[in-house]
């Protein structure tokens, strides 16, 4: 039997990958699609998500509209990375497709209610739809199946600044509630860094398949990849999102992790968002969260690469 899982977005740039590795997984069902303000304006972030499933054939998932800003902070979104609209700068959907009635939080906390230990979260936005769904259901932590989390920044620099990881800068207070209160798997920036990476040789690959998926990649990452050549001197692109997803429906890519006490700073200032990870148990706190660590990325690019011709990313497992 498929997992089922809802995918909360702030739908932009390598999320929409994240949704093509879940579409076309023979391991999970994606039962919803909710959307979170991040990345960029919120329109777009909506129109992006129906825009993807319609691609894939699957504008039957539907799609409800959450949180259109944190929960207490103020913040700036991140088209310098993904280009105007979220998807490289030139592509603005418009797909006609309406969103589905009532709001993001309801519809993960009904069907969370409904079906007691079955759904399992994605998280590759900002957490304030999940917290907002804490906050309705209390019970949350006991009526999911797994929440992956992308987000935090694990013994290394952030993303966004040099203390924090985007999805956590964005709501610190949100990602503060979510790992406290629920058993979180989280794939973090770091982790990216390190096996989460497309460079030169994975884009002439791209280049030669010729597909649909293909084609809305390279659109898709052009803006981050002159973006990283420019802030970074590196010319690929990172898939923090991608890479949950990947961890999500294939657990056997994972190499190793640890139980860790994981905290998020809430304050505003230069450690906003900050993710306390405590590696050396100094803090004498019980372990609430599960961090991965190392995964197989020579094999998390062939699943990439097969989602990109078409395939289940499973195919190549």
């Known amino acids: 039997m498929t997992r089922r899982v809802i995918v909360d977005t702030d739908t932009a740039g390598d999320d929409t990958q994240a949704l093509v590795l879940s579409l076309l997984s023979e391991r999970v069902t994606v039962d919803a699609v909710t959307v979170v303000a991040g990345n960029v304006e919120f329109e777009y972030e909506v129109e992006n998500a129906k825009y993807t499933l319609d691609l894939l054939?699957?504008?039957?998932?539907?799609?409800?509209?959450?949180?259109?800003?944190?929960?207490?902070?103020?913040?700036e979104h991140a088209d310098q990375v993904h280009g105007e609209g979220g998807l490289g700068g030139d592509l603005f959907p418009d797909t006609g497709i309406d969103s589905a009635d009532g709001h993001a939080v309801d519809a993960i906390v009904k069907r969370a209610r409904a079906a007691p230990g079955e759904i399992s979260l994605l998280c590759i936005g900002p957490l304030t739809n999940v917290a907002l769904a804490l906050a309705r259901e209390p019970d949350l932590p006991d009526l999911l199946d797994e929440v992956v989390v992308m987000g935090g920044a694990?013994?290394?620099?952030?993303?966004?600044?040099?203390?924090?990881?985007?999805?956590?800068?964005?709501?610190?207070?949100?990602?503060?509630?979510?790992?406290?209160?629920?058993?979180?798997?989280?794939?973090?920036?770091?982790?990216?860094?390190?096996?989460g990476f497309f460079g030169?040789?994975?884009?002439?690959?791209?280049?030669?398949?010729?597909?649909?998926?293909?084609?809305?990649?390279?659109?898709?990452?052009?803006?981050?990849?002159?973006?990283s050549r420019e802030q970074n001197g590196t010319d690929g692109v990172t898939l923090?999102?991608?890479?949950?997803?990947?961890?999500?429906?294939?657990?056997?890519?994972?190499?190793?992790?640890?139980?860790?006490?994981?905290?998020?700073?809430?304050?505003?200032?230069?450690?906003?968002?900050?993710?306390?990870?405590?590696?050396?148990?100094?803090?004498?706190?019980?372990?609430?969260?599960?961090?991965?660590?190392?995964?197989?990325?020579?094999?998390?690019?062939?699943?990439?690469?097969?989602?990109?011709?078409?395939?289940?990313?499973e195919s190549v497992l």
Do not use: Q
């Open 154 to 195: 694990v013994g290394t620099l952030g993303n966004d600044t040099p203390a924090a990881e985007y999805n956590f800068w964005v709501d610190p207070d949100a990602a503060k509630r979510v790992v406290r209160d629920l058993d979180v798997t989280l794939v973090d920036w770091g982790l990216t860094l390190r096996d």
């Open 200 to 227: 030169p040789a994975d884009f002439e690959r791209v280049a030669a398949l010729d597909t649909p998926t293909s084609e809305f990649f390279e659109t898709i990452t052009e803006r981050h990849r002159t973006f």
């Open 57 to 75: 054939g699957r504008s039957d998932v539907p799609v409800y509209e959450g949180a259109r800003s944190p929960l207490l902070k103020a913040w």
């Open 240 to 313: 923090p999102d991608s890479l949950a997803a990947a961890c999500l429906l294939a657990p056997e890519l994972v190499d190793r992790e640890a139980r860790y006490h994981v905290d998020v700073d809430e304050r505003e200032g230069l450690t906003r968002g900050y993710s306390l990870v405590d590696v050396n148990g100094v803090l004498d706190e019980e372990p609430n969260a599960t961090v991965v660590e190392s995964v197989d990325a020579d094999r998390f690019t062939e699943m990439v690469h097969a989602t990109l011709a078409g395939d289940a990313p």
